[in-house]
């Protein structure tokens, strides 16, 4: 989960501002006409949430979007399929159509279809960077410390999402680093440090020496409330370490705009510190092109272990084919937003900022030309890849390491504190390949996240 951005339920932008709203007016006008000519022509009647032309008779929407079920799929494609082939007149009547049915506060596929619609909208018009842009402007604008934690602790208290990770990471790093004096954890990930609190504990109660750790926290995504949001979180670490009785060193890395320009003494590595590296949801923010070298720079830190937590889901090997990839993103969000509507309340304004934190994301990877001349203002790139993907790339410099039964053991534990649907996914028997590296996390059986640990 991005936890960079967060915004109200109040603050939150809605799809169809300004000129935007003229448009989808347009579009809305046009389906109309068309719809109008069809009745004429069929002597039919329909309600305003099962309207159809010549080109979608299929769909035949009920009156209520609840009657029939799952339908946002089936029209979501189908608009993805349209725009790909260019087919204006479907487009503008499935955006209508869509736009008719979707609500960022209604059902899961009336949620799905109101963040997807934007997405589109954003193709078709090619608005995508300016969207984009809005969205993680009013998004930065309402983002604090209080409020980005509060959510992130919610979601780990209902949904083992990010605990999964967490739990499986520091297993992996306190036993590569058993026995070490000096430690070394460089951290990329934007989860505000919510995973080494643990981490701390379990190191105040080894049985030998208490050792010395220095906790590096490298931040890409850079906003304006960045330093005195990481400066609070420094605080509170520093608090929590004196608490536990461990020496603690808390730095942090900013200003980089991507994570090709680290290098060991931008970090303050010694000679005589154990090194881990610590990447959670960070690898999938590199750019496509550039990730073989940050893998690179990651070798030559010769860190005692590498552990690499991502979502299970490729957005790269079809980046430039939109249908692939759009249904790709709709698969993997309509399982993210099952998820969270069985995790919480209906009403609950923690489901919503989730929900609302995806939109930005489906927009830069549906919505936005990776091509384009000012694609680099946008960012992360999101563009996720699959365990398999990864151990792919990662076998260049490394060996995976693999968890071991006390690590396994845990992360079981964890998911017995959750609700039914969750579940774990262990290494097929590791061949030649490396395909099998890594353990999963399952919701209702599909693999959603992908923990792995390796070695130089």
Not at 170 to 177: D, F, M, Q, S, V
Not at 193 to 220: G, S
């Amino acid at each position: 989960m991005d936890t960079t951005l967060f915004t109200t339920p109040q603050e939150a932008p809605t799809f169809f501002h300004c000129n935007q709203q003229i448009s989808i007016n347009d579009h809305a006008a046009a389906a109309m006409d068309m719809q109008s000519n069809n009745n004429n022509n069929n002597n039919q009647s329909h309600t305003s949430t099962s309207r159809s032309s010549d080109s979608t008779d299929h769909h035949q929407l009920p009156s209520s979007p609840h009657a029939s079920g799952k339908w946002a799929s089936s029209l979501l494609n189908e608009c993805a399929r349209a725009i790909s082939d260019k087919d204006s007149t479907k487009i503008h009547h499935l955006l209508w159509m869509l736009n008719e049915l979707a609500s960022p506060y209604g059902d899961c596929d009336q949620k799905l279809a109101s963040y997807f619609l934007q997405a589109l909208f954003c193709k078709a018009t090619d608005s995508g960077h300016r969207c984009h842009k809005t969205l993680s402007s009013v998004a930065e604008k309402s983002h604090s410390f209080d409020s980005a934690r509060k959510l992130i602790l919610k979601f780990q208290e209902v949904s083992p999402w990010m605990n999964f990770g967490h739990v499986a990471s520091n297993g992996a790093i306190l036993e590569a680093l058993e026995g070490e004096t000096k430690l070394h954890i460089i951290d990329i990930s934007n989860t505000l440090c919510t995973q080494w609190p643990t981490l701390l504990e379990a190191l105040a109660t080894r049985n030998d020496e208490t050792p010395h750790l220095k906790l590096t926290v490298v931040v890409i995504a850079s906003t304006s409330s960045s330093s005195s949001v990481m400066k609070e979180v420094g605080q509170r670490m520093e608090k929590f370490a004196r608490l536990m009785g461990v020496p603690f060193e808390f730095n942090v890395i900013t200003g980089l705009n991507h994570l090709g320009e680290l290098t060991k003494e931008r970090l303050g590595i010694q000679e005589d510190e154990a090194i881990a590296v610590n990447c959670i949801g960070a690898l999938r923010r590199v750019e496509v092109q550039e990730r073989a070298a940050v893998i690179r720079i990651f070798q030559s830190l010769r860190p005692r272990v590498l552990t690499v937590v991502e979502e299970e889901a490729d957005f790269s090997s079809s980046k430039d084919d939109f249908v692939k990839c759009f249904e790709e993103c709709l698969r993997f969000y309509t399982l993210y937003f099952e998820m969270l509507e069985e995790s919480f309340f209906s009403t609950s304004n923690d489901r919503l900022m989730l929900e609302r934190e995806c939109s930005r994301i489906i927009v830069r990877v549906l919505g936005c030309d990776d091509h384009h001349e000012n694609s680099s203002e946008l960012g992360e790139c999101e563009r996720r890849e699959r365990g398999s993907q990864w151990c792919e790339r990662l076998k260049e410099g490394f060996s995976p390491s693999g968890f071991s039964d006390d690590v396994v053991d845990d992360v079981k534990a964890l998911l017995k504190r959750y609700r039914a649907g969750w579940g774990f996914l262990p290494p097929s028997p590791q061949g030649e390949n490396h395909e099998s590296a890594g353990i999963y996390l399952t919701w209702k059986e599909v693999p959603v996240v992908w923990a792995s640990a390796w070695k130089p």
